[in-house]
């Protein structure tokens, strides 16, 4: 074969290659590995419709991260949120889920720790004198020590999923803001919880600024859908007991789903 016809072809081999290897890697790096983790904000506790292989866990097939799934179609997906879980129980019973291979995290955390459900029965059942006091101190709980576990347990999903983007989620607010004459918990209550809410968020987004993640602050996407507003998102007092101040159904499809999609849209865009 002449020299110059062996050239050229030789050539268009090594460039055929070439664009296979990066064809590969490309899809290599577009793989997405998706793991839920978090409590019953992320499991789907008060959206009903539970997978009943996971007990007590609450995982909903109403869940935004099943939502988001369903839509993406991740490479793979594990979902490992449980319903009353603390940073303390994620780092022990769920972070087994997360490999060197995983790219996507999200994750709710914090509520348990500063004691959402006893702070909600006492403002259900007790005085408002009682609930103010529940509320501060839960607060101050807030600000001093979640913090420090907050950073704990970011760190490890860190040292677990080096390469993973992860997406901490927040909270919405329980009442819609001056809610005068709604049925329930009286105005000071409400303001006291809507306060709350406020403060966890924000220990939350700080600690997520720490951990240099991407933080969904979900209060925008659920307001005018609290409780009270007469399109509410999420359930009041209702049986079972505990799905009570949960997002609903259309809350995790209305209000999670939407925040998700666009943090996990920004995170993975830095990892390429």
């Known amino acids: 074969m002449h020299a110059s016809r062996l050239g050229v072809i030789t050539l268009g081999s090594l460039m055929f290659t070439a664009c296979s290897f990066v064809a590969a890697g490309s899809a290599s790096a577009a793989a997405t590995h998706y793991v839920a983790l978090g409590d019953s904000y992320s499991s789907g506790t008060g959206a ?17 991260p099943r939502l988001w799934a369903a839509a993406k179609s991740p490479d ?3 979902f490992a949120a449980c319903s009353g879980a603390t940073t303390a129980s994620v780092a022990s019973g769920q972070l087994g889920s997360l ?6 995290v999200t ?9 959402f459900a006893k702070v909600m029965e006492t403002c259900v059942l007790q005085s408002t004198a009682n609930c103010e006091t529940a509320v501060k101190n839960a607060e101050t709980y ?4 979640l913090p420090g576990r907050l950073d704990s347990v970011y760190g490890s999903i860190r040292s677990r999923a080096s390469s993973a983007r992860v997406v901490v989620l927040g909270y919405p607010r329980l009442y819609i803001p001056n809610s005068a004459g709604c049925v329930g918990l ?3 209550k409400r303001t006291v919880l809507n306060r709350a809410a406020d403060t966890l968020n924000t220990s939350i987004e700080k600690a997520v600024a ?24 999420l359930n009041s007092v ?13 809350g995790h499809a209305n209000g999670y789903l939407p925040a998700v999609n666009s943090a996990a849209r920004r995170a993975l865009a830095l990892q390429r």
């Open 48 to 64: 009903g419709s539970y997978d009943p292989g996971a007990g007590a866990c609450n995982r909903s097939a109403n869940a935004y």
């Open 76 to 78: 793979s997906f594990t």
């Open 99 to 104: 490999t060197s291979t995983t790219t996507l």
């Open 107 to 115: 994750i709710t955390v914090g509520g348990n720790d500063a004691g």
């Open 142 to 145: 807030m600000q001093n020590t």
């Open 186 to 188: 009286n105005q000071t």
């Open 210 to 233: 720490r951990a240099g993640f991407v933080f969904s602050d979900v209060r925008d996407e659920f307001s005018g859908h609290e409780l009270c507003s007469g399109d509410g998102w």
């Open 238 to 250: 209702t049986y079972p007991i505990g799905d009570s101040y949960h997002p609903t159904a259309r």
